[in-house]
């Protein structure tokens, strides 16, 4: 070690934080999308669902009997994906169909018996591997967690997608 002292390191900026955020949310999101981490879900619960299947359940566990389109904004998949889940779901007798009251050309989609009991299963490993993932954490750090991840969802979602201007540094491109 030379004669010169050591200087602290500087503080990072909003910017590098803000990547190592993105970064992070970025790690997050595809390990929650991922097949192999769906599958692994789906062995868990002692179902063979897909990463697909799995989300429409989920959607209807959450949020109950509703038209396929909903459902799909809901799952955050598009219409045909939903439409070719559900013909699977229906055929394995976990969804059932039935035309809405008030439009018999809606069709609004449920939960069988058979899919709420595999949808409660899947819920009760998800929170099995996320507390025992979350096992050297304090419940203060859980609760703050949960509450800045809720809130930074919902900021997302209210936020429009802006370019950040030429200033942006020189990974930009200039229109001509």
Known sequence: MSGTAM?????????????????????LGRLMTSRRVAADLASAASTTLSAQGIRVLRTLHRDGRMAIARLAARSEMDLAAVSRQLRS?????????????????VHLVALSRRG???????RRVGVQHLSDSLAGWSDEDRRQ????????VDDLQRTDVRSPGPSAGPNTTKEP
Do not use: I, K, M
Not at 91 to 103: E, M, N, Q
Not at 116 to 122: G, I, M, W, Y
């Open 7 to 27: 200087s602290a390191p500087e503080p990072a900026s909003t910017l590098d934080v803000d990547d190592d955020l993105l970064s992070a949310l970025q790690r």
């Open 89 to 105: 779901l229906e055929r394995d007798g976990l969804v059932v169909r039935s035309p809405a009251a008030h439009d018999q050309r």
């Open 116 to 122: 709420r009991a595999v949808a409660e299963r899947l």
């Open 145 to 152: 967690v949960a509450h800045l991840l809720g809130r930074l």
